[in-house]
């Protein structure tokens, strides 16, 4: 199984950025799709997650209503629209998935850095 995240980058405040997280060696309809980021000096923090059967939605409190998780089938690809940014949203973001029937993420790709300037 693997999981790679792509997408992050240096953007300026109120702007937009999508991640993106392709997924391989998954029974997809067993699992669900998180994002998760960490910034400098704090704990990792939940941003959304999606089960790809019935694309089912979280979002963290932080995020609700400028964040959008979505899956695309097609491409077995997770995405995070990440729309009015804020400089308190600059953190690596990394992408993650759980068998549905699990509590803990089980397997995590790699992070990928957004900065937000003011």
């Known amino acids: 199984v693997q999981l790679q995240a792509s997408g992050g980058g240096l953007v300026q405040a109120g702007r937009s950025l999508r991640l993106s997280c392709a997924a391989s060696?998954?029974?997809?309809?067993?699992?669900?799709f998180g994002w998760f980021r960490q910034a400098p000096g704090k704990e990792r923090e939940f941003v959304a997650s999606?089960?790809?059967?019935?694309?089912?939605?979280y979002y963290g409190d932080s995020v609700k209503g400028r964040f959008t998780i979505s899956g695309d089938n097609a491409k077995n690809t997770v995405y995070l629209q990440m729309n009015s940014l804020k400089p308190e949203d600059t953190a690596v973001y990394y992408c993650?998935?759980?068998?549905?029937?699990?509590?803990?993420?089980?397997?995590w790709g790699q992070g990928t850095l957004v900065t937000v300037s003011s």
């Open positions: 993650a998935a759980k068998r549905v029937t699990v509590g803990k993420y089980e397997y």
């Open positions: 060696g998954f029974a997809f309809d067993d699992y669900a």
């Open positions: 999606i089960r790809w059967s019935g694309g089912i939605t």
